[in-house]
């Protein structure tokens, strides 16, 4: 799809399936979480070992399921900011079939910055806004930094 820059293969595992003999609902939410951290290593935010060093908390998510994955599917999720508050991050997704790009699912997520150490929100880090913009290309409308 167009919108997403970034996507990140998905294995999908025999402990993802259920007694429907696909995938469970809750595995397409460990899929875009997964999707998620690498997104954010990839736009250059976190390092994948430090948590502390991205402090982010999960607000809200949903997902809208389209088409069932069976095991051993080559499955791919495409990530992008969607909207950048001034303490919150909106990223969407959409799970593909990795091989014919049909849209299995799609979802939302927002997140929202956050100090560990104090214990409360914070506004975006001023780094983390321009890595998101200049890589999703976010309008100054949609929080964007401006130009």
């Not at 993802?16 to 979480?33: C, G, K, L, S």
């Not at 976190?46 to 991205?54: E, L, Y």
């Not at 790009?101 to 214990?119: C, P």
Request: with cysteine; net charge negative; aromatic share 12%.
């Amino acid at each position: 799809m167009a919108d997403y820059h970034f996507f990140h293969p998905i294995e999908v595992r025999y402990a993802d399936i259920d007694a429907q003999r696909h995938v469970n609902n809750v595995a397409y939410f460990a899929y875009m979480e997964s999707a998620r951290a690498r997104y954010l290593q990839h736009v250059g935010l976190w390092d994948g070992k430090d948590f502390q060093a991205i402090g982010i908390i999960l607000a809200e998510t949903s997902c809208t399921y389209k088409a069932a994955i069976g095991y051993g599917q080559p499955v791919r999720v495409g990530v992008r900011a969607a909207r950048l508050g001034t303490k919150s991050l909106e990223f969407h997704y959409s799970i593909q079939e990795a091989g014919t790009g049909e849209e299995m699912a799609t979802g939302r997520s927002i997140q929202v910055a956050y100090d560990y150490l104090a214990g409360q929100s914070i506004p975006i880090p001023t780094a983390w806004r321009a890595a998101i913009t200049a890589f999703d290309g976010l309008t100054p409308e949609q929080g964007g930094a401006a130009a």
